[in-house]
């Protein structure tokens, strides 16, 4: 029902920005919280941000707090995640998700929480 496809991973440098942008399909995207989680080789996924279905909730990780912003443009189906003050501890594999019940009361922080997965995008921070 919902299809996501990331897109903006790259190379950058530490001390750098970047933006990842997630584009979503569906009619009823408006109504779902959308999440970040990233996945480094040799380690279990992580959460890092969510948004709620309207925008006006985030969560953030504690590793990313301050540095990586989650926002949402419901004219364009899109869902960002603003990544600044990179560190090479945040090269990873970056997933964009839906959760369908647009976060009720707890932001959702876990796999379980979510039905709808993108295919990923590289970040790679060098030193």
């Known amino acids: 029902q919902v299809q996501l496809v990331e897109s903006g991973g790259g190379l950058v440098q530490a001390g750098g920005s970047l933006r990842l942008s997630c584009a979503a399909s569906?009619?009823?995207?408006?109504?779902?919280?959308m999440g970040w989680f990233r996945q480094a080789p040799g380690k279990e996924r992580e959460f890092v941000a969510a948004?709620?279905?309207?925008?006006?909730?985030?969560d953030y990780a504690d590793s990313v707090k301050g540095r990586f912003t989650i926002s949402r443009d419901s004219a364009k189906n899109t869902v960002y995640l603003q990544m600044s003050s990179l560190k090479p501890e945040d090269t990873a594999v970056y997933c964009c998700?839906?959760?369908?019940?647009?976060?009720?009361?707890?932001?959702?922080?876990?796999?379980?929480?979510?039905?709808?997965w993108g295919q990923g995008t590289q970040v790679t921070v060098s030193s």
């Open positions: 569906g009619r009823t995207f408006s109504t779902y919280a």
């Open positions: 998700a839906a959760e369908p019940q647009g976060w009720a009361s707890k932001p959702p922080r876990y796999d379980y929480d979510y039905d709808y």
């Open positions: 948004i709620n279905w309207n925008g006006h909730s985030t």
